[in-house]
């Protein structure tokens, strides 16, 4: 089992950047494809990005196209989700989820670190 521990969330503004961070330990991370979902007040938690074990291949939902993009550093056993240009419907929890492969990442099948609060203000 994998432990994943999330960081980097906070308040910024619209228009902003944010990088969460994903620290797992446990098993080495490059067995493990990645990604992350995120839950906002009242809303049922919802995919957003996930990268392959090495990184090859990264899927992710259109309203996050072109602004959010999600990296690993399997050395660091860590993933990156770098977060450009907030709007104030990013505002949500972030999870990090780990998994066998895409399709258990995709799925919210994998093991769930505790989520990091990311708002976004106008």
């Known amino acids: 089992q994998v432990q994943l521990v999330e960081s980097g969330g906070g308040l910024v503004q619209v228009g902003g950047s944010l990088r969460l961070s994903c620290a797992a330990s446990?098993?080495?991370?490059?067995?493990?494809?990645m990604g992350w979902f995120r839950q906002a007040p009242g809303k049922e938690r919802e995919f957003v990005t996930a990268?392959?074990?090495?990184?090859?291949?990264?899927m992710h939902i259109d309203p996050v196209k072109g602004r959010f993009t999600i990296s690993r550093e399997n050395a660091k056993n860590t993933v990156y989700l770098q977060m450009n240009k907030l709007k104030i419907e990013d505002t949500a929890i972030y999870y990090c989820?780990?998994?066998?492969?895409?399709?258990?990442?995709?799925?919210?099948?994998?093991?769930w670190g505790q989520g990091t609060q990311v708002t976004v203000s106008s």
């Open positions: 989820t780990a998994g066998e492969d895409l399709r258990t990442v995709v799925r919210g099948e994998g093991s």
């Open positions: 446990g098993r080495t991370l490059s067995a493990y494809a």
């Open positions: 990268i392959s074990g090495g990184g090859g291949s990264t």
